[in-house]
């Protein structure tokens, strides 16, 4: 892998967001079988935590073969164990490592972390020259618009460039304000004609075609919340009944079971399950049960309870509609 990654990679670029919680190994895989030429990026894991507890943490990291490319993103304020993670992230063989400054948990910006290094951007380009200067791989920077206004975006990015990043993604708010606030891409798009980098952008993001509308001009979009429940959200022609969406979502729980075990796997698929249901008629009355869900074979037997229902519905409402 180069440092022209970014620069080199088909245009424009569309990826999976990180999101902790949400983008491991098993839902970065199903988003790929979804849409093959979408970047990946790991949830965000602790730069001090791979430096001192590495093999704990790198199961966090890990990835399928079949994810590539795929960026690990790491987040911290120490610049030596920035650097430390970020050997141990090109030695496991990622495509690219992502710096977060953007993380708007509270936790980490109490820890400085994050989006709590847009108050501290000499420290920030510090970290990114000197993950830049460790590794032969492509350096990227996720942050926001700003802590509480985007003044200072451009200023940033140029900064950021000059340090060493490859390219910036900017979710479209700031700190400041919640998700339910409209994203502001107009910044982005300012920023955009500021660098030499590729930009690209998240925030807000619905579907394919509104992320190539609101990221216009810009090199391309990351989807985040709007891909739970919904990984075809990346494909042109998704499917338009609930049981042609059942085999993707039992890989989904096979992939969950198969790399956390059983029981975990389990328990994590449940979220998603709630999430790949919502709307689908007769689903509501199962949710008690999608949520103790043990097995694959009790996801496999309530997912075909509600393919039926579905089907049970469809059917009486087309013999009322022809009596």
Not at 285 to 304: C, F, G, H, N, P
Request: hydrophobic share 40%; aromatic share 8%.
């Amino acid at each position: 892998m180069n440092k022209r990654f970014w620069d080199d990679i088909k245009k424009p670029i569309i990826g999976l967001a990180p999101m902790d919680g949400y983008s491991d190994s098993a839902f970065r895989r199903i988003c790929r079988e979804v849409n093959p030429s979408i970047v990946t990026v790991t949830e965000f894991t602790s730069a001090d935590g791979l430096h001192f507890n590495a093999q704990q943490l790198k199961k966090k990291l890990y990835f399928h073969p079949s994810e590539q490319p795929v960026i690990a993103q790491i987040f911290g304020k120490n610049v030596d164990t920035f650097v430390s993670a970020t050997k141990l992230c090109e030695d496991m063989g990622f495509s690219g490592i992502d710096l977060n400054m953007g993380c708007p948990s509270k936790k980490v910006v109490r820890s400085e972390h994050g989006v709590a290094l847009r108050k501290n951007p000499a420290l920030a380009c510090q970290l990114i020259e000197a993950v830049a200067n460790a590794t032969s791989l492509p350096v990227s920077v996720k942050t926001r618009l700003g802590w509480d206004n985007a003044d200072d975006l451009v200023e940033f990015g140029v900064a950021a460039e000059n340090a060493g990043a490859n390219m910036i993604c900017i979710h479209a708010r700031t700190y400041q304000e919640p998700y339910k606030v409209a994203p502001q891409y107009a910044p982005v798009q300012a920023l955009k004609a500021a660098l030499t980098i590729p930009v690209i952008g998240n925030g807000g993001i619905e579907s394919m075609a509104h992320g190539h509308q609101l990221c216009a001009g810009l090199d391309g979009f990351y989807i985040g919340q709007a891909t739970f429940g919904n990984p075809w959200i990346f494909s042109e022609y998704p499917p338009p009944q609930f049981k042609d969406r059942v085999p993707l979502i039992l890989r989904h729980a096979a992939y969950l079971i198969e790399h956390k075990g059983t029981r975990v796997g389990c328990c994590e698929i449940r979220k998603h399950l709630l999430a790949y249901v919502k709307g689908v008629h007769g689903a509501k009355a199962l949710k008690k049960e999608l949520v103790r869900v043990d097995s694959l074979a009790s996801i496999t037997e309530l997912l075909q309870q509600v393919i039926e229902q579905e089907e049970t519905h469809v059917k009486n409402n087309s013999a009322y509609q022809y009596a």
